[in-house]
C-alpha cells in the first residue's frame, strides 16, 4: 500500500526531491493547495509533536513538525463535529486529494477536517534525513502514530475552542486500521470510526496467505476466464525461457534496460510483474484516477483487453505491465530495481523514503505474509514465509518481526466490546477479505460495496459510481451522524 497508497500501496513515484533533501523546520507554514476549483481548500501546518510517547529518557527526547491539512470551510463552529483522517503509509497530501467523501460528508454535518501525516511519511520525518537509521527508526511504530494522533486531537481542540466538539475518525487501508485502533485505544477521544478496507485480521496473521493473490486472480478471472488464462500461459513461457536461460530473449520480450543474469533478476521481473496486476485490482476504479501513478478507468478490463488482443502472450504480458509503469508512454525500457523495489510487503512498498518506512513497518508489527503459488492463483510460486521475513528482516533493519503482537495489541478478531466502527469493503479489492466482512453487532457494522475496489467509498462522488457505493456512503452518513450526536451528549455531560 503506498505513494500511493498502500497500504500496502505501491508506488510507481520516484524519489522526490523535496523528501530527499529533508524538511524544511518552520513551524507553521499556510498552504494553500493548487488543487481544481472543486477541491477543498486545505491549509497546511505544522504541529510540534513528541518524538517518543513512551520513554522520557531516550534517543526520542524531543519534538518533530508534524504535518496536517486542515480546512473550516464547512465547520460550523464551536459545535459542528472534527473529522480526523489517520494518516497512513504516504503523503498526507495523496490521501486528502483523494478522499473528496470526507469533505463532501463535513459539508452536510458542519464539520472541521483535519488529515493528519503519519510519522516518518512524507514531510513528517522525526529525525529529518537521519529518520531510517538505527536507533533513530525504532519510533517508527503503530503505538507511537496513535498517540501522535490522540495528542494532536486534544491540542488542536483546546487551540480551535473544540472541546465539545465530537471526533470521528476515517481512514482507508492501513489507514483504515488506524482510525479501528484509535476507536480501540481512545475511545475518550474519539467517538467513532470508518475504516474503509481496511485488512485489520490478515496483517495480524489471522487468515491464509494465499488468500491475496487468490482474490487478485479472481479479478481478471471475473473479467474473463480467458484473460486469466492468458496471464498464466504468459508466466509459463516467462519461466520457460528462464529455465533455458534465454536471458537476452527475456530483454527483448520484456524491453528490460538490461539482460537479467541470474534467477534473481528473474524473480525481480517476476515481482515487478505480478505488482502490476496487484495494482490494478487494487484500484480498479470506474474512472481514471492519478492516486498511485496514473490509471486509466477500468485497469483491469482494459489490462485484459491488452492481455487478449495484442500479437503473443509475451508482448501482451509487457504491455499489461506498461499500463501501470509506462502510463506517461515515455519509459524506453523497464528498469527492473527501479520501478519495483522488493521488501517485507509482497504487495509492494513503493519508492521513495516512504517505502523505506512501509518496510520497516512490514518487518516489525504489521504481518504482510502473502504468497503467489501458480494453483490458487495466476502467477509464478513466489511465496514468503514468516522465516524469510525473519532473514529478510534482520539483514535489513536488524529487527526480529513479532508475529503475534499486533493481535494481542489491537485485539485480534475479539472484537465485541468495541463499538461505532464501520467497516467497508468492496468485492473488487484483494485487500477485502482481510478485513472484516460481516457486522459484529448493532454498532460494528460491516458493508460490502459490490464492484468497489481499494476504498473507493472514501473517493469523492463521481457520476461512473456504481449505485453500491452511493448507498454505503448514505449509510455510512446516516451512522456517523448518530454516533456525532451520542458523542456530543456525553462530552456535555462530561464537566
Ligand atoms: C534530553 O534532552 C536534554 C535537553 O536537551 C539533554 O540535556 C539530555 O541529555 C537529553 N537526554 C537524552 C537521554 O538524550
Ligand atoms: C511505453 O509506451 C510507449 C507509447 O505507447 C511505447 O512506444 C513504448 O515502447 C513503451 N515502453 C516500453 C518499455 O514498453
Ligand atoms: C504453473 O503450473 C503449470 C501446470 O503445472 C505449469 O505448466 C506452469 O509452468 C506453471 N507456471 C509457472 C509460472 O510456474
Ligand atoms: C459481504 O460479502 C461477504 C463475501 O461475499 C459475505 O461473506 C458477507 O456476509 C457480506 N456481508 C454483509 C454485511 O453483507
Redesign the pocket.
Known sequence: MRRVVSLFAVTVTLFRADVLHGVPFTHVTPRKHPGGQNEPQFEEKFFSQTRDHFNFNSVGNGTFNQRYLITDEHWTKGSGPVFFYTGNEGDIWDFALNSGFITELAAQQGALVIFAEHRYYGSSLPFGKDSFGVPQVGLLTVEQALADYAVMIVDLKQQLAAADCPVIVFGGSYGGMLSVYMRLKYPNVVGGALAASAPILSTAGLGDSRQFFRDVTADFEGVSPECSDAVRGAFHQLRELAERQAYSRIQSEFALCKPPSSARDVRQLNGLLRNAFTLMAMLDYPYSTHFWGNMPADPVKVACETMLSGPDLLTNLRDTAGIVYNSTGALSCFDLYLLYVECADPTGCGLGFDSLAWDYQACTEIDLCYESNNVTDMFPPMSFTEKDRELYCSKRWAVVPRPDWLKVQFWGDALSTASNIIFS?G?LDPWA?GGV???LSSSLI???ISGGAHHLDLRASNEADPESVVSARKMEAELIAQWVKMEKTRLQKTP
Open positions: 469493503n468485492d477479505n466482512r460481516k457486522s460491516a458493508i460490502n
